[in-house]
């Protein structure tokens, strides 16, 4: 079992509508949740984190975290084009003095004008 | 602000030579990282400095060793490089526990 899955997608959207991301983890000393968005070629960006149960909203982006059941999604509201990325789950937690940081694989998200 | 930097930003290498991927923050974060990001297997951890002075390995270290130079900056370095090491390089640095990693441009290498 990998530590976090993502399905890979891609996810089609049409302009407009939500976008659902999902991602389940399976360390239950996780403490740090987050989700990064990542166009082509380019580096990972911080999009929203997460830290306790319940939903976290920010702008269009809400990112709602259960920790008993280790799930973590992210909910895109009013999709646009240029949300079209890869989103990357990250899940973290102390590890003998570090920060373990896991990613999941990432799920490619395609908005549809 | 330039945040977290990474050079160079790309690099071709032939089999068995060897060289430095340069990292530099100026975030004053604690902790800096190396992650290595390949098409399928996500970013998987290669090393890690929880602070000045101390680093440590992460999944996928065989290959690499790393210097934390000063609280700025972390290098790593392929002593000899190999096929299997060709994939793009992220530096990431975070400003404490449980806070989010800032990651550099990346360093795409090639080996042949």
């Known amino acids: 079992q990998k530590e976090v899955e993502q399905n890979s997608g891609p996810l089609s959207v049409p302009e407009g509508a939500i976008a659902s991301l999902n991602c389940t983890y399976s360390d239950r000393g996780s403490q740090s949740f987050f989700w990064y968005r990542q166009y082509s070629g380019k580096s990972p960006e911080l999009i929203m984190s997460i830290y306790s149960n319940g939903d976290k909203e920010d702008g269009r982006f809400t990112a709602q975290l259960n920790k008993a059941s280790q799930y973590v999604s992210l909910l895109i509201r009013d999709s646009q084009p240029s949300d079209s990325a890869t989103y990357l789950c990250a899940v973290n937690r102390d590890s003998g003095g570090y920060q373990k940081v896991t990613f999941g694989t990432g799920t490619k998200l395609q908005v549809i004008p | 602000n330039a945040g977290v930097t990474q050079t160079p930003k790309f690099q071709v290498l032939k089999t068995g030579q060897s060289m430095t991927l340069q990292c530099a923050q100026d975030m004053n974060h604690n902790s800096m990282y190396w992650y290595r990001q390949d098409p399928g297997m996500g970013l998987r951890l290669i090393y890690y400095s929880a602070s000045e002075g101390t680093t440590d390995k992460g999944e996928v270290p065989n290959g690499y060793n790393v210097s934390r130079l000063n609280k700025r900056e972390f290098s790593l370095r392929l002593e000899s490089a190999a096929p299997s090491q060709t994939s793009v390089y992220f530096c990431?640095?975070?400003?404490?526990?449980?806070?989010?990693?800032?990651f550099g441009n990346g360093t795409r290498l090639t080996v042949t």
């Open positions: 990431a640095s975070s400003r404490a526990s449980r806070s989010p990693l800032h």
